[in-house]
C-alpha cells in the first residue's frame, strides 16, 4: 500500500480540525461524515464527472480500509450517516475518524497524481469546508517547501 504523503495527512487532519469535532461523540463524527462526503461529492463531480468521482472515492476508500476497517460500510455516496454511527459503536469515535481522516489523506494523493498535490489539497479543502477555508491557509502555507 502506497504511503500517503505528509501533505495530505496533514490537510486532512486539518480539515477535520477546523470542523470542531476532533472530540466529537458518535452524532457529530456521523454528521460530519455525511456533510462531507457530500460536499466533496458535489465539488468533485462538478470537476471530474459522476463517474470520475465514484471511481476516485472507490478507490480512495479501498486504500483506506486496508488499514482502517472502521470504515468498511463507509461509501461516500450519500446516506452513511448510519453506517458511521455504528461503525462509532463498534469500533471507536477515534478508529472512525483516523479512518475518515485516511480516506480524505488517499482522496488528495490520488487527485495529486493528475493535477498537482497543491491543487489537489486546496480542491479537497475546498469540497471539505463547504468553502469555508482555515484562517491562512495553514495548510499549504507550510508544506511549500516540502
Do not use: K
Request: net charge negative.
Amino acid at each position: 500500500m502506497p504511503q500517503t504523503s505528509p501533505l495530505a495527512t496533514e490537510a486532512s487532519r486539518q480539515f477535520w480540525a477546523h470542523d470542531g469535532l476532533n472530540a466529537g461523540g458518535p452524532e457529530e463524527i456521523a454528521a460530519a461524515a455525511e456533510q462531507g462526503c457530500a460536499r466533496l461529492r458535489a465539488v468533485l463531480t462538478r470537476w471530474i464527472g459522476s463517474e470520475g468521482y465514484r471511481a476516485l472515492v472507490n478507490r480512495a476508500l479501498a486504500q483506506a480500509r486496508a488499514e482502517h476497517p472502521a470504515i468498511a460500510g463507509l461509501q461516500c455516496q450519500g446516506g452513511d450517516v448510519e453506517v458511521v454511527a455504528v461503525a462509532v459503536g463498534v469500533h471507536s469515535a477515534a478508529e472512525v475518524r483516523e479512518g475518515l481522516l485516511a480516506l480524505v489523506a488517499r482522496l488528495i494523493d490520488l487527485l495529486s497524481r493528475l493535477i498537482g498535490e497543491d491543487m489537489a489539497t486546496r480542491l479537497v479543502e475546498q469540497a471539505w469546508a463547504g468553502g469555508a477555508r482555515p484562517a491562512a491557509s495553514t495548510v499549504t502555507e507550510g508544506f511549500r517547501d516540502v
